[in-house]
């Protein structure tokens, strides 16, 4: 079994900043990509950002504001979120595509996601 826990949400004004982290347990052999999503109340859930081997990509709303970071050999990622807005609130959730073993090919797993309410 593999789980991915989120960790940092919660409740900011309009203007600071948050530091949402990631981490993969559990029957890991290796970590691919991971990314950052969050679903707004109505909405659909939005890919926020992303961090591959070779990079990492945002969504508009997130660039120049938001920086996705990992620890490769910790299993872990992060997402430092500064000038939040209103528009930011949503529940955050870590994505993973995770192999058990060098031969199982690699799976895509979910966390249960973090809350992130940004309000005055």
């Known amino acids: 079994q593999v789980q991915l826990e989120e960790s940092g949400g919660g409740l900011v004004q309009p203007g600071g900043s948050l530091r949402l982290s990631c981490a993969a347990s559990?029957?890991?052999?290796?970590?691919?990509?991971m990314a950052w999503y969050r679903q707004a109340p109505g909405k659909q859930r939005e890919l926020v950002a992303l961090i591959f081997h070779s990079g990492t990509e945002y969504a508009d709303s997130a660039k120049d504001r938001f920086t996705i970071s990992r620890r490769i050999h910790e299993n872990t990622m992060y997402l430092q979120m500064n000038d939040l807005k209103p528009e930011d609130t949503a529940v955050y959730y870590c994505?993973?595509?995770?192999?058990?073993?060098?031969?199982?090919?690699?799976?895509?797993?979910w966390g249960q996601g973090t809350q992130v309410t940004v309000s005055s």
């Open positions: 559990g029957s890991v052999w290796s970590v691919g990509q």
């Open positions: 994505n993973a595509e995770v192999w058990i073993s060098e031969t199982s090919g690699a799976r895509n797993y």
